[in-house]
């Protein structure tokens, strides 16, 4: 895609095959409204090449495919991202991107099959495409931490301020990032982890 230049971080993409001391796998979603990132997030943190299911958007979309706020923006996906990112020489994350058209949402349901958290990436253009995805992790019970993607043009809320108008409780992590930037979208993926550590930890006291 057209991001991928000077601000992608340069690494290598040759880790095809699973370290041998790999011990445990994590299956982690990457999900958000429409052009929010998400293909691009896991495209940048990706240690494989990742998979992708993007259809060039046509005019078949025109007034079907809500392309504000992404004007450049020439696909979308249709069914699924996927890709891969060693956090030790024991951990992997298998990171799976949704589609974030509402028409294809019916995918959800096998995408989150075993999956442990989720990264809830959002717009400040739009927050509003964020509702219904936060919605429907909260309906599923699924542990989640919310990524403000910085788009250049996008509005600067205070992390606070983001939590109301998310109506998010406190203990859920926002984290700002730049989804086109490994580092950064390795962070998000960092956050979730010690978020879903600290759950787990509450859970065993408890
Ligand atoms: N400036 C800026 N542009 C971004 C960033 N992330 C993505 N983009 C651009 O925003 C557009 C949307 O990115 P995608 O990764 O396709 O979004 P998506 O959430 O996968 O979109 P759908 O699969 O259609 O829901 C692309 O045209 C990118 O060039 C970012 O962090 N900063
Ligand atoms: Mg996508």
Same mark, same amino acid.
């Given at each position: 895609?057209? =991001?991928?230049?000077?601000?992608?971080?340069?690494?290598?993409?040759?880790?095809?095959?699973? @370290?041998?001391?790999?011990?445990?796998?994590?299956?982690?979603?990457?999900?958000?409204? =429409?052009?929010?990132?998400?293909?691009?997030?896991?495209?940048?943190?990706?240690?494989?090449?990742?998979?992708?299911?993007?259809?060039?958007?046509?005019?078949?979309?025109?007034?079907?495919?809500?392309? =504000?706020?992404?004007?450049?923006?020439?696909?979308?996906?249709?069914?699924?991202?996927?890709?891969?990112?060693?956090?030790?020489?024991?951990?992997? +994350? %298998?990171?799976?991107?949704?589609?974030?058209? !509402? *028409?294809?949402?019916?995918?959800?349901?096998?995408? =989150?099959?075993?999956?442990?958290?989720?990264?809830?990436?959002?717009?400040?253009?739009?927050?509003?495409?964020?509702?219904?995805?936060?919605?429907?992790? !909260?309906? *599923?019970?699924? @542990?989640?931490?919310?990524?403000?993607?910085?788009?250049?043009?996008? @509005?600067? %809320? @205070?992390?606070? !301020?983001?939590?109301?108008?998310?109506?998010?409780?406190?203990?859920?992590?926002?984290?700002?990032?730049?989804?086109? *930037?490994?580092?950064?979208?390795?962070?998000?993926?960092?956050?979730?982890?010690?978020? +879903?550590?600290?759950?787990?930890?509450?859970?065993?006291?408890?």
């Amino acid at each position: 895609m057209d =991001f991928k230049g000077s601000d992608t971080i340069p690494g290598p993409r040759t880790e095809d095959h699973l @370290p041998h001391t790999a011990q445990a796998a994590v299956k982690i979603v990457i999900v958000g409204g =429409f052009g929010v990132g998400k293909t691009t997030m896991v495209g940048s943190v990706s240690e494989i090449r990742p998979l992708t299911t993007e259809e060039t958007m046509t005019q078949a979309g025109i007034g079907v495919d809500d392309n =504000f706020g992404s004007e450049t923006k020439t696909a979308t996906t249709v069914a699924m991202d996927f890709g891969r990112i060693s956090i030790t020489d024991q951990l992997v +994350l %298998y990171l799976f991107g949704t589609p974030g058209q !509402e *028409r294809f949402w019916f995918l959800w349901n096998g995408l =989150f099959e075993g999956a442990l958290g989720a990264v809830v990436l959002i717009d400040t253009r739009r927050l509003e495409v964020s509702f219904d995805v936060i919605g429907r992790l !909260e309906e *599923r019970g699924v @542990p989640f931490v919310v990524a403000v993607n910085s788009f250049p043009d996008g @509005p600067r %809320y @205070p992390i606070p !301020e983001l939590r109301t108008a998310l109506d998010l409780a406190d203990e859920i992590p926002i984290i700002e990032c730049d989804a086109r *930037r490994r580092a950064s979208s390795r962070d998000v993926l960092m956050t979730l982890l010690r978020f +879903l550590h600290s759950l787990a930890r509450a859970k065993a006291r408890a």
